[in-house]
C-alpha cells in the first residue's frame, strides 16, 4: 500500500465515523436526545481508530510514549461527557479537567526527566505551564461548541489541526505530525456535517477532548521532537483566538467577520511558523527522528 493512500484512510475513515455519529444524531430523534453523548464519542473514536491505522493497537501499559496518545482519548471522551453537566456544576468540570491534565502531562513527559534530559525542576516547571496552558484552552474555548452552529467552528478546529500537523511534521516527526493531521480531518469533517444541517453544533465535550488531544501532540512534539518553545506558545495562542467570537466587542459582529478574524489569526499565529519551518526543513533536508 502506498504512503499516500495510506494516509487517506488514516485520516478518511475516522472521519466518516464522526461524520456519520454527527449526522445520525442530528437527524434520528431517539439518538439525538444523547448528542452530549455521541459528540465526544466522534471526537475520541475517531482519534482512536485512525490511531491504530497509524501506530496499531498500543500495549498496555505503553512502552513508549506516544502510545499513552491512545489512552489519552479515551480519558478525553470522559472528561468530554463531563463537560455536558449543567451550567451550575461547571466549576466542578474545570477542577476535574486540571487534574486529569496534571497527571496526563506527567504521564506523557516523565520519560524526559527520568532519563535526565530534563532535569527534575525544569521538567516540573515546563509540565505546570503546559497542564496550565491547556486548561485556560480548554475552558475558554469549550464553550463556543455549544453556542457556535453550523460549518464555521469545525472548519477553524480541522484548519488548527491542518497547520498543527505540518508544523509537526517539519519539526521532525512524521508520526504525531500524522496523527494531529487525522484529528484535524475527524473534527473539520464536522464542517460538511454543518452545511447539511445548519443547526449542527459540536458541543462542549467534543471540542474540550479535540483541544486537549491536540495539547497533548503538541506537548509531545515539544518534548520528543524538536518542535521550538517559541512554536508551541503560538499554537497555544492559536487555539485560544478560537474564543475571541465571545469577546463583547467581537460578538455584536456578523458571524462572517467572526470567522474570518479567528481564521486570520490562526493563519497568522501558526501559518507563519508552518511556513519558516518548511522553508528550514528544506534548506536542511532533516531526517525524522522516528
Known amino acids: ?115 535526565g534530559y530534563w532535569t527534575p525542576v525544569s521538567g516540573a516547571r515546563i509540565i505546570v505551564l503546559l497542564t496550565l496552558a491547556t486548561w485556560l484552552m480548554m475552558v475558554l474555548v469549550a464553550p463556543n461548541g455549544s453556542m457556535e452552529r453550523g460549518a464555521a467552528l469545525p472548519f477553524l478546529l480541522g484548519a488548527l489541526g491542518g497547520l498543527s500537523a505540518g508544523l509537526i ?29 445548519r443547526d449542527f453544533q459540536m458541543g462542549r465535550g467534543a471540542v474540550s477532548g479535540a483541544l486537549m488531544l491536540f495539547a497533548m501532540l503538541w506537548a509531545m512534539a515539544y518534548g520528543y521532537a524538536e518542535l521550538p518553545a517559541k512554536y508551541l506558545a503560538l499554537l497555544y495562542l492559536a487555539g485560544l483566538s478560537l474564543a475571541l467570537s465571545r469577546l463583547k466587542p467581537l460578538a455584536r459582529l456578523h458571524p462572517g467577520v467572526q470567522f474570518s478574524i479567528r481564521l486570520l489569526l490562526l493563519l497568522l499565529l501558526a501559518g507563519i511558523p508552518l511556513l519558516l519551518s518548511y522553508q528550514a526543513y528544506m534548506a536542511s533536508q532533516s531526517e525524522y527522528l522516528y
Open 169 to 197: 511534521f517539519y519539526n521532525k516527526s512524521a508520526s504525531l505530525g500524522q496523527l494531529a493531521g487525522s484529528l484535524g480531518a475527524v473534527v473539520g469533517v464536522g464542517m460538511l456535517v454543518g452545511w447539511l444541517m
Open 1 to 115: 500500500m502506498s504512503v499516500v493512500l495510506q494516509a487517506v484512510i488514516a485520516a478518511g475513515v475516522p472521519a466518516l465515523l464522526a461524520g456519520v455519529l454527527w449526522w445520525l444524531s442530528g437527524r434520528i430523534a431517539p439518538l439525538s436526545r444523547y448528542r452530549g453523548l455521541l459528540s465526544p464519542l466522534a471526537v475520541g473514536g475517531g482519534y482512536l481508530l485512525t490511531h491504530i491505522l497509524i501506530s496499531g493497537l498500543p500495549p498496555f501499559p505503553p512502552s513508549d510514549a506516544t502510545h499513552w496518545l491512545f489512552y489519552f482519548a479515551i480519558m478525553g471522551i470522559v472528561l468530554g461527557w463531563l463537560a455536558e453537566v449543567p451550567a451550575d456544576y461547571r466549576w466542578l468540570w474545570g477542577a476535574i479537567v486540571l487534574l486529569m491534565l496534571g497527571g496526563l502531562m506527567v504521564l506523557c513527559l516523565k520519560p524526559l526527566m527520568q532519563s
